[in-house]
T-cell receptor, first 107, second 115 residues
Framework: AQSVTQPDIHITVSEGASLELRCNYSYGATPYLFWYVQSPGQGLQLLLKYFSGDTLVQGIKGFEAEFKRSQSSFNLRKPSVHWSDAAEYFCAVDLVFGKGTRLSVIA | DTGVSQNPRHKITKRGQNVTFRCDPISEHNRLYWYRQTLGQGPEFLTYFQNEAQLEKSRLLSDRFSAERPKGSFSTLEIQRTEQGDSAMYLC?????????????FGPGTRLLVL
């Protein structure tokens, strides 16, 4: 069965610092991988997705993610975090979502 | 493209009552999905439709839950004899079959509180 693990429940970073959110998955075939962001009171917004091809994918709002098949990982990165990035981030494989990582940004 | 809409946005009901939620997908999207999200958790898949056909149902979808998409456009999710454990955000999403992978576009959700 598919599963998605986001090991970090809550991460706090300083504004301007780099960010990496971890995501590990279990899936038998080549997965469809997604990262979504959810701000309070807002719907889920797709940041980026991976299906095939280049393992480094670029998304909206300056985010990128790298698919590493050998590590079954799809970590989300951003070189410089803005206060407006504070939100809940979800990794998903097909229809299975992780439990999310809450990002707090401090000045 | 007006996005996925869901109504109502909030619903408070008493235990034992029936509730029905509506989802209007993006026009021309063939697939429609329902998820449930509880506090501090990610969305949990409930069911999805391709046009009118309900193709997959999660074990989470007890017999008190029923979903329909009669004309392949909007969908309804009904919960009968609600329980306090049904309190959650119910999310709807839609996608195009044959579009870029299975990219889903989510609605704002319906928040249900069962007293």
């Amino acid at each position: 069965a598919q599963s998605v693990t986001q090991p970090d429940i809550h991460i706090t970073v300083s504004e301007g610092a780099s960010l990496e959110l971890r995501c590990n998955y279990s899936y038998g075939a080549t997965p469809y991988l997604f990262w979504y962001v959810q701000s309070p009171g807002q719907g889920l917004q797709l940041l980026l997705k991976y299906f095939s091809g280049d393992t480094l994918v670029q998304g909206i709002k300056g985010f990128e993610a790298e698919f590493k098949r050998s590590q079954s990982s799809f970590n989300l990165r951003k070189p410089s975090v803005h206060w407006s990035d504070a939100a809940e981030y979800f990794c998903a494989v097909d229809l299975v979502f992780g439990k999310g990582t809450r990002l707090s940004v401090i000045a | 493209d007006t996005g996925v809409s869901q109504n109502p946005r909030h619903k408070i009901t008493k235990r034992g009552q029936n509730v029905t939620f509506r989802c209007d997908p993006i026009s021309e999207h063939n697939r429609l999905y329902w998820y449930r999200q509880t506090l501090g958790q990610g969305p949990e898949f409930l069911t999805y439709f391709q046009n009118e056909a309900q193709l997959e149902k999660s074990r989470l979808l007890s017999d008190r839950f029923s979903a329909e998409r009669p004309k392949g456009s909007f969908s309804t999710l009904e919960i009968q004899r609600t329980e306090q454990g049904d309190s959650a955000m119910y999310l709807c999403a839609s996608s195009r079959v044959g579009g870029p992978g299975k990219t889903q576009y989510f609605g704002p959700g319906t928040r249900l509180l069962v007293l």
